[in-house]
């Protein structure tokens, strides 16, 4: 009887191996979330080599094409281009304060704006796998005086929660009643005013898709409030330090009476704009954070290598969380997304008192790029010719106009 089963055992085996095969065949080709899937890093991170840039090795087509950009359509700013876990580009181009003549430096540090919303939700996720928070808790849970019903942590990652734009609510207040608009305000103070208040918001929470600074600044809190930390301490302790970035810090008004950074925003497309910073530059969470285009780069390698939140926590930040914009363009968990057979980008960009960025993060072809502006115009629309250098989908293509997918950056 032995002889038999082993016999049938050595016969058989060769068949089951086949038929495994031709099932892994059959599978793969329909896999296609796979080919879009991110690349995550398993080798050592170290934020020194990954910082070596010799200006020798500067990828020459990259130079021309940022060269004609700020000669032709005035780009201010300053510049890295990654591809493969190496810098192939890395410049700064103009001034840090046009009416000082003071030139930009690489590690010049610019208020990030919308981009610092990337930092936030991660602190959030990385809440969230601690165990501090859940993503369908109520806001309040946290804030028993929120005048809102139903505005979970997930309807503020999306941009889904309905809130009006805190931003507009208490420029009006402070205009109207005369308050020092030199004094920032802090995000207690805001969560407060939102209480008394108590603003009409836009829409019904998870009605629809709305971008809106209000969402980042309630989680900003939220971060506070959970960690009994501030903000910029817990950002400062839980991302930049794990991550390498020296030059990164969260510059409120509520804390600085003069913001610490050399870099100076100007808007209305003019040098003559110079913005500088007043009560609205208090809260942070939607903004607040000021960084280095090195910096934002190992931000980037950081998440990559699992570091500061784990690779199925990122895949699920990087998972579209409302009906597609245009075919392409979507938002996830504090990312801007941009779709397509076999192409996953996450990035996000930034307009905020005379600044413009945007920090994309290919995730198929492994390239980084980040722009940060000091000069409000419309160079950034100019991107397709260097998204085509690097092989990459031209993710910004039409993307400026309407429905959502760039407002109130």
Sequence with gaps: MRLVIKKLLIISAPLLLLMSCGNNNKTSPTNTASAASP?????????AALLKYDPKDADKRIDQFFHKLHEKSAFNGNILVAKHGKIIY???????NHLTRDSLKINSQFQLASVTKTMTSTAIMQLMERGKLKLNQDVKDFFPNFPYDGVTIKLLLTHRSGMMNYVYFIDDIYRKEHRNQRKGLTNAEAMDMIAQYKPTPFNKPDKRFLYNN?????????IEKVSGMSYADYVKENIFKPAGMSHTAVYSKAVYDKIPADVIGHDR????YSVAPNFLDGPVGDKGVYSTVGDLYLFDQALRAGMLIK??????????????IRGH???GYGWRLFEAPGQ???????????????????????????????????????????????????IRKGAYNGNGDTAED
């Design 39 to 47: 690349k995550y890093s398993s080798k050592p991170f170290d934020p």
């Design 90 to 96: 890395e410049n700064a181009l103009g001034w840090a």
């Design 214 to 222: 209000s969402n980042f600044m309630v989680l900003g809190s939220i």
């Design 269 to 272: 497309n003019s040098w003559r």
């Design 311 to 324: 690779p199925a926590t990122q895949d699920s930040a990087y998972t579209p969380r409302n009906p597609m």
């Design 329 to 331: 363009f979507n938002y």
């Design 344 to 394: 996953m980008v996450v990035y996000h960009t930034g307009w905020w008192h005379g600044f413009r960025h945007i920090f994309v993060r290919d995730l198929k072809n492994d390239v980084t790029i980040v722009l940060l502006g000091n000069l409000v115009n419309g160079s950034l629309l100019h991107l397709d010719d260097l998204f085509k250098l690097e092989g990459m989908p031209i």
